[in-house]
């Protein structure tokens, strides 16, 4: 097989989160063959004219109708007989998004759905999408220990109790809540509101907090470790 036979292919692995339904994952169910009528990841050919990152996001685009601002690069697949058309190696990104805004998706192109599906109830994939799912928790699970991407699912203003049920969700375990929050303040990137978020019980409201990505950033040129 020759160099020229071999195409490039990106897919996107979109981390969708709401207080009440969790973590889900967004997938596509593929319109054509091969694996017709199967659920997939998000993704596709790149074109000769874009880049990488502008082929993920046309992708999206196209196959789920939402936009997002996360991405990031995850690992490149380039097992030979991944895709039975041809040899194609993918370079996969994840995104991380708040599921509860992309509620109406547009499948279109050689979509035939696109649906959220909780990412402990995913259906069976095609190619090798499983494993690539399985690379991007890991990474994320690993991630949200050192570096703050988190926030990136949270309302912009939000209760500590959300913060804590986000960890809680994503490692799939449970935490030292307080120790959790006594790291979490003395880190000095989160800032007290003058709100309350409203109360669901008889218990007193609680107060709002705001990610401060500004001050992170400043501790990160410092030489400052983030670890939870």
């Not at 997939?40 to 601002?69: H, K, M, Q, W, Y």
């Not at 995104?95 to 035939?112: G, P």
């Not at 307080?178 to 609680?206: Q, W």
């Amino acid at each position: 097989m020759s160099a020229s036979e071999i195409k490039i292919a990106v897919d996107a692995i979109v981390f969708g989160y709401s207080k009440n339904e969790g973590v889900s994952i967004l997938l596509i169910q593929r319109k054509y063959p091969p694996f017709q009528n199967a659920w997939a990841i998000p993704g596709g050919f790149v074109l000769a004219d874009e880049s990488l990152e502008e082929a993920v996001r046309r992708e999206l685009r196209e196959e789920t109708g939402i936009e997002v601002n996360y991405l990031e690069q995850l690992y490149t697949f380039g097992d030979p007989n991944r895709d039975p058309r041809k040899r194609v190696i993918s370079v996969a990104y994840f995104a991380l998004v708040k599921s509860a805004k992309f509620q109406q998706l547009k499948a279109s192109t050689d979509a035939e759905n696109a649906q959220w599906f909780n990412f402990k109830e995913l259906p069976e994939l095609a190619f090798d999408h499983k494993e690539i799912l399985k690379m991007a928790i890991e990474r994320v699970r690993t991630k949200i220990r050192y570096q703050p991407i988190g926030f990136e699912l949270l309302d912009r203003k939000f209760p500590f109790a959300d913060l804590e049920k986000l960890y809680i969700t994503l490692l799939d375990r449970d935490i030292d809540r307080r120790n959790f929050y006594k790291k979490m303040m003395a880190l000095n990137i989160l800032d007290e509101t003058d709100e309350y978020a409203k109360s669901e019980g008889k218990g007193r409201p609680s107060k709002m907090y705001k990610f401060n990505q500004k001050r992170y950033e400043q501790l990160e040129k410092e030489g400052f470790h983030f670890e939870i």
